[in-house]
């Protein structure tokens, strides 16, 4: 009966979000007076996952699941519920995970809930509040099928540390050939991914072209940030379209999200909502961004991020 929790990791390692989802499931659990069970794939290390209230780990190693399938990993993560006998199932709100979410769903004949934000509000009947209406609302959502799938938002429910060891337990699940096969995979290296990234520092059209991209980079360099660009920008092959961020690109749900020349059109807004303080630097005071900014900073981008950029360089080694 214990909570089960999909833990993501990629080479070996744990990803940020693995250990925000097991700070959840703990949440659950102990609302619901049981324990949490972890699926973790290909992981080295799964002892890490008992800081944050994780009490047994479900560890699969086939090299079948290298490579990330929906209906593969929705199967196993099915096989992985029956054994345990749960009725609750949490999940992240990845790429991967928004994939195979409703496919797991379907395989357990359970109800979904996406973009949770916050430990349930009643475990019976088990009811969680989640985002509406690209973030500018919330709901509150009541799940009454036996068996329950949860998907939480990045940077919604954060780290929750836990005094606990995690037992380690081999599980080899029936993976049937699906009939894909993958070659290879490309993926971008010494930069931090904006799906896991606390920081991002976004830039738009106010740049007036790539050349100028060098003061973004820096910036992010120096706040260990990701880098991230308006619909536009990708549009015109200033930067790739994987740094597109806003409706029709990807989600922003960051700790600190820092707009610089983006003047903030509706799509925008809407993909980067989610993000807990916003600030925009922008030469126009009536740039709609401004309307949703927690700061502002009205002046010439080519003026205030190098002095910002100086000023983090000072505040790092004063403080290292």
Not at 118 to 139: D, E, G, I, L, Y
Request: proline share 4%; aromatic share 8%; net charge negative.
């Amino acid at each position: 009966m214990s909570v089960l929790v999909y833990t993501e990791s990629e080479k070996g390692k744990f990803k940020k979000a693995a250990f925000e989802v097991a700070s959840y499931a703990k949440a659950v659990a102990d609302q619901m007076g049981t324990t949490v069970t972890a699926i973790a794939v290909n992981a080295d290390d799964v002892s890490e996952l008992g800081t944050y209230g994780v009490d047994k780990v479900l560890k699969v190693n086939d090299g079948k699941m290298d490579a990330f399938n929906a209906k593969t990993y929705a199967n196993v993560i099915k096989q992985a519920a029956e054994k345990e006998g749960t009725k609750v199932v949490i999940l992240s709100q990845s790429a991967d995970s928004k994939y195979l979410a409703p496919i797991l769903a379907v395989n357990l004949d359970a109800g979904y809930a996406s973009n949770v934000v916050a430990a349930p509000t009643s475990a019976s009947p088990f009811t969680v509040k989640r985002t509406a209406f690209t973030n500018k609302a919330f709901n509150f959502t009541t799940i009454d099928t036996d068996v329950k799938v949860v998907g939480v938002s990045n940077n919604s429910f954060g780290l929750v540390e836990n005094s606990g060891s995690a037992s380690a337990e081999a599980f080899s699940p029936n993976i049937p050939d699906n009939g894909v096969h993958v070659d290879s995979v490309d993926k971008a290296s010494n930069k931090v991914s904006i799906a896991d990234a606390e920081i991002v520092v976004s830039g738009g059209r106010g740049l007036k072209g790539p050349e100028n991209w060098g003061m973004i980079e820096e910036l992010a360099n120096v706040l260990g940030a990701a880098t991230a660009c308006s619909k536009p920008v990708s549009d015109l092959g200033w930067r790739p379209h994987s740094e597109h961020v806003g409706q029709t690109g990807k989600p922003v749900a960051s700790n600190l999200y820092i707009a610089v020349g983006i003047s903030g059109a509706i799509q925008h807004l809407a993909g980067i909502n989610a993000s807990k303080v916003k600030v925009v630097i922008n030469s126009d005071p009536e740039a709609p961004f401004f309307k949703a900014a927690d700061y502002g900073v009205v002046g010439d981008a080519f003026d205030v991020v190098p002095r910002l950029t100086e000023k983090l360089k000072e505040f790092k080694a004063q403080n290292a």
